[in-house]
Every structure is written in structure tokens, then in C-alpha cells.
């Protein structure tokens, strides 16, 4: 069961990459996603609120688990401030994505792609890609993969951002 996850999983990326990564600048395409036990996300609610840095990942995602430190550092020092973020799982089961949830202890709600296709709209070529999008609904900054490099860069942007 698992190689069909990782063959799904493949498949869906690999259609991503035609779309081409989601340009700074350009509107974000508004989605409405379940959670894992079936509440609903939506990303013109979060801008609402401040900005929203939307990240791609999977549970198979080696890189995506160096994340979960950063991510729950900007939701405890800037969630409070007006940022949110969500986790967008492509093509993983529920029950996975609320488990590893669960063990990893993540602050911040977690959204069901299960068939990839906002990642299409967002043309998400692998996982990690996190996209920055400003209160106002605009592509701000998108990273592919994950490096530390991006601690900096968001403790630099986001307090512009929130004013």
C-alpha cells in the first residue's frame, strides 16, 4: 500500500511541475482544503488575518521534517501577531497526516491535497515549497526545499509584513 502512496505522490508532483513554481507578485489562487479530522482551511480566511505562509509537504518528506522546528517557532513568535500558517499534506491518507501531527507536535493546522491539485495550481515541483502571501492575497516569496538560510529571511520579511 505504501509504494502506491509514493507512486501517487510522484505522479502529482511530477504533473506540478508543467505549472511552473508560483511567481512573487502574482494573486494567490484562493483554496478551501479538510484538516485531517474534516474541519475546513481556507486561504482568503487566513489572509484575513495577516499573512499566510502556505507549505506543501508529505509525510514521506525527509527535508519537510527539518521544518516543523521553524514552523512552530514562527507560529508561537508571529501567530499571535497575525500570521498563519498551513501545512498543506499532498496525497497523504488522513489518519498519516493527523498521526504524524499528533507525534510531532505541530502548532499550526494541517490541510488535505489528496489529489494534488492545489499544488498544481501553486505549480509545486517537490516538497518542501513554502509560498509567502501577503493580507492582501499576493505571492510575496516562494521556497523550494528547505534550508536554514530561510529562518532568516522570514524573521527579516514577516515584521514588515505585519505592520
Known sequence: MRFYR????AA?????????EAPAGRKAPDFALNSPRGASLHLQAAEAG????VVFWSVYCGACR???PLLNALQDKY??????VIAVSIADPAADVAEYGSRNGLKYPLALDGDGAVARLYGVRGTPTSIL???DGTIRKTWV???PAMDSELDTILPAMMK
Request: hydrophobic residues 45%; glycine residues 24%.
Open 6 to 9: 509514493i507512486i501517487l505522490l
Open 12 to 20: 502529482v508532483l511530477a504533473a506540478g511541475c508543467s505549472g511552473g
Open 50 to 53: 495577516g499573512p499566510v505562509l
Open 66 to 68: 527539518y521544518m516543523v
Open 79 to 84: 501567530g499571535g501577531k497575525g500570521l498563519s
Open 133 to 135: 502571501v501577503d493580507k
Open 145 to 147: 526545499g528547505y534550508s
